[in-house]
């Protein structure tokens, strides 16, 4: 029964992903983007020395960056999904098991992810011909990603088990991908400082550096590097494939042991009240909605209200002050620069970060709960409503303003001299502005059109083009060539948020 | 709007559509829809599942454009002057869509002060909606943790905090107990003595023929009836029809009724022991009939102008089948 439900659930994932137009157009933009990195490769290969390691190399990148995306949205989904559209309960009804459950939802996405990677066997056939990498490099080089895959795969069927929502499963995705691939720089950066102060012996760094180099051979970051060196002669089943493997199995075998537990009592879906539920019903009852009351409601159940806002700004001004200690004790000169630009940097990264998180939510959220319809009869327009809604997410990047301001405040020459001129003066500033406001209105569209991933889909939507276009052109383009590329994407950004408006006004009505 | 203003709309219809279609890709909801919707009344909106109702709903409270066709809303075209309509207008649709993290205070307040309401007279409006819909104990409840027909309260309040002239209401009774729909059911009443205009779509067919004024028959994207509900159950396929109630039931009341010139059917009333009679009026009327019935030597207690069930109605008007 376990394995017939499993193949039902298989055979029914596949039948809908062939039946998608999506899935195929998917597959043909990756086989071109590979496409266009062999034509180019083609075009100069008088400036590489192997070219086919090159064209390789940077396919590798690429699937290694999708299946990262893969794992933040597409593996760590498989379960909560059901949870939240209430029908895993059906299927436990229908007698699958719960291994029988996990399989049926995990494996059609491996097998996507597989047929993904298959799509370039052609195009590394191509890679061999122009020269500078071996079959065993490419097949070590596609076990260590397929590895890696299965790793997603389990990882996702784990905390997709144990998370009630998609996007708590897929921030701690995001999470412990985050601090897997930083925690060798940070080992390595602790053992240099350590032994600097003399507070460890040179036995001691090594080992530290030893650690650090064995937790970077877990992922593809640091195995693909090796696999590409020229006369690569290792074994494809590596410390990596190996950890990845075992690690994705036994995250699978969690997933299993703990499904009763965190399945058990199928909760009513609904829309988390958050930050709001720390008040008292006496406290909600008093309190007054504003006169702007789309503000007000987005300000309060989106992003949590002024609790929230305090507890981010406590959170930010807490740990940049423990990195400006750090930073007293370890430079000597311009300290105060030091701090002032490590607090811009970080906050500017975070503002980076949230800003596609909430915008991806503003509309979600209320198509997720049957809401925009009541939302879009108020006498209003939609413009003006998704305005009130920008307006009521903005307190939320008040805590990364306020810590930004601080540092400006405390290193003005370089926020003058580097940040402001850098992003405001330069042409390269404005273009990856541009870039970026492009990559959040293509976020916000994807976000109604799609249930999950709309930030890694709309990242990838930009960035890729924008990788092909600086690894290829964009290397020597002038500044009229960026200029002309920054009013495009300006025109392009204007025309998806016209989309966007004509999309709600046809979801209103649906 | 002023009282003098009000009263010369009352006249006029609320709600008036002319020649609307309208497809979704190829497939037509609407095909040439006409009809009107007299002012303060209440008026049913039936027709099977699929029949463009949901449709007819969403066209005239602005959530969809007609692609053909004009719909008015007490004069106003809802294609051109969509946000003086809305202000007019609450439409409960027939999916809970309701923001459940909310305090049921919180999320009418929500509401009141969208639609522009400062928070003085909001606290008064809301205390009358509130009471209106049976909901003051509630005020602080989590809307998630109510039971349906609370939830239903609650959208029907939230219709409400803007005092529109027109409700229109998808499905309101749909999932609800037999106490929660009675008392939907007089909170509508209640409303309809406010003189608000009220459009209600619905499926349980007794309840609308008790309370409404008038009703539109829609099957297959087309409008099957439009009228009075009087009419509707009065109205016969072919010829006029009447209930004959004898003392005592009687066998061969049919052959002794039938024998008589320009009757045309004789019908047994299941469930009691009365016949419908229907007759040719060219031949004979009613008077007729009735005299036919005492010579034939019938003791008639009750002779009245037989009324079809709505169900009836409803089952003539339509087709079977979906499209």
């Known amino acids: ?510 | 709007m002023t009282s003098t203003q009000k009263q010369s709309e009352s006249d006029k219809p609320a709600v008036v559509l002319r020649g609307v279609q309208h497809s979704f890709r190829k497939f037509k909801a609407l095909v040439d829809i006409n009809f009107d919707v007299p002012s303060q009344s209440l008026h049913g909106f039936v027709g099977p599942n699929g029949a463009g109702k949901t449709t007819v709903l969403k066209l005239i409270c602005t959530l969809l454009k007609p692609q053909t066709g004009k719909v008015e809303v007490f004069g106003r075209d809802v294609a051109i002057d969509y946000l003086a309509v809305r202000r007019r207008l609450g439409f409960m649709p027939d999916h809970f869509s309701m923001y459940r993290q909310m305090t049921v205070y919180e999320y009418l307040d929500f509401f009141a002060a969208a639609y522009g309401l400062p928070v003085e007279t909001r606290t008064k409006v809301l205390d009358d909606v509130l009471e209106l819909t049976d909901m003051s104990g509630k005020r602080t409840d989590l809307i998630n943790g109510l039971s349906r027909g609370m939830q239903q309260r609650v959208g029907l309040a939230r219709v409400l905090v803007n005092d529109p002239d027109i409700l229109l209401l998808d499905e309101p009774a749909s999932g609800l107990d037999p106490r929660a729909r009675i008392e939907l059911m007089d909170v509508l009443r209640a409303l309809r003595s406010m003189g608000k205009t009220i459009i209600i779509s619905s499926h349980i067919l007794s309840e609308l023929a008790e309370l409404c004024d008038s009703v539109t028959v829609i099957d297959r994207g087309t409008i099957r009836y439009c009228g009075t509900m009087q009419e509707l159950l009065d109205h016969q396929a072919d010829y006029p029809t009447y209930r004959l109630t004898p003392s005592e039931p009687l066998n061969g009341l049919r052959e002794k009724l039938g024998e008589s010139t320009g009757i045309i059917s004789i019908e047994e009333v299941e469930g009691s022991h009365d016949v419908r009679v229907a007759f040719d009026p060219e031949q004979i009327d009613s008077n007729g009939v009735l005299r036919a019935a005492m010579d034939a030597g019938i003791t008639v207690t009750g002779f009245s102008r037989a009324q079809r069930h709505l169900n009836q109605a409803f089952m003539d008007l339509t087709e079977k089948g979906v499209r």
Request: charged share 15%; hydrophobic share 55%.
């Open chain 1, 1 to 510: 029964m376990a394995v017939r439900g499993t193949f039902a659930l298989v055979e029914r994932a596949m039948r809908v992903d062939t039946r998608l137009a999506r899935t195929h157009l998917i597959r043909l933009g990756f086989a071109t983007l590979i496409l266009l990195f062999v034509v180019q490769v083609q075009r100069d290969i008088s400036n590489y020395n192997a070219p086919g390691r090159d064209v390789f190399r940077s396919m590798c990148w690429v699937n290694f960056f999708l299946l990262n995306l893969a794992g933040v949205s597409f593996f760590s989904t498989v379960i909560t999904e059901e949870k939240e559209e209430l029908t895993l309960g059906l299927l436990r009804m229908a007698g699958i098991s719960p291994v029988g459950i996990l399989l049926g939802k995990v494996t059609p996405r491996l097998l996507g992810v597989v047929l993904l990677l298959s799509v370039q066997l052609p195009f590394t056939i191509l890679a061999i011909t122009l020269g500078g990498v071996s079959i065993d490099q490419i097949f070590a080089a596609y076990v260590a990603l397929l590895a890696f895959a299965v790793l997603m795969a389990g990882m996702g069927a784990f905390l997709s088990t144990v998370c009630a929502r998609s996007s708590l499963a897929a921030s701690l995705t995001t999470t412990v991908l985050a601090t897997v691939f930083i925690t060798p720089y940070l080992l390595r950066d602790f053992g240099r400082e350590m032994y600097r102060d003399k507070e460890i012996s040179v036995t001691t760094r090594e080992a530290i550096y030893e650690a650090a180099e064995t937790v970077a051979q877990t992922t593809p970051l640091g195995s693909l590097d090796v696999i590409l060196t020229t006369g690569f002669n290792g074994n494809p089943l590596s410390f990596q494939v190996l950890v990845d493997l075992s690690c994705g199995v036994v995250f699978f075998l969690f997933a299993w042991l703990l499904f009763d537990v965190f399945t058990r009592n199928e909760a009513v879906s609904t829309p988390a009240r958050g930050m709001m539920a720390m008040f008292s019903k006496r406290v909600a009852s008093q309190s007054r909605v504003w006169n702007h009351a789309i503000v007000w409601k987005d300000f309060n159940f989106l992003t949590g209200g002024v609790t929230a806002v305090v507890i981010k700004l406590l959170a930010y001004s807490i740990l940049m002050g423990a990195m400006s200690v750090m930073i007293s004790k370890r430079v000597r000169t311009d300290v105060s620069d030091n701090v002032g630009a490590t607090l811009m940097a970080s906050m500017l990264t975070a503002l980076i970060v949230e800003i596609p998180i909430y915008l991806s939510r503003l509309f979600r959220e209320e198509l997720r709960w049957q809401t925009w319809s009541c939302l879009t009869l108020l006498p209003k327009t939609t413009t003006r409503v998704a305005l009130g809604k920008l307006a009521g997410v903005a307190p939320a990047f008040l805590p990364a303003i306020i810590v930004f301001v601080v540092g400006a405040l405390i290193a003005p020459k370089f926020f003058e001299n580097y940040l402001f001129k850098r992003i405001f003066i330069r042409e390269d500033g404005w273009y990856w502005m541009l870039q970026y406001l492009l990559a959040v209105h293509v976020i916000v569209l994807l976000s109604l059109v799609v249930k999950w991933g709309a930030v890694p889909f709309g990242i990838s939507v930009v960035v890729v083009p924008n990788v092909i276009f600086m690894a290829t052109a964009g290397r020597n383009a002038s500044n009229i060539t960026l200029a002309t590329i920054g009013v495009c994407t300006f025109v392009l950004a204007i025309f998806i948020q016209w989309l966007i408006i004509r999309q709600l006004k046809t979801l209103a009505a649906t």
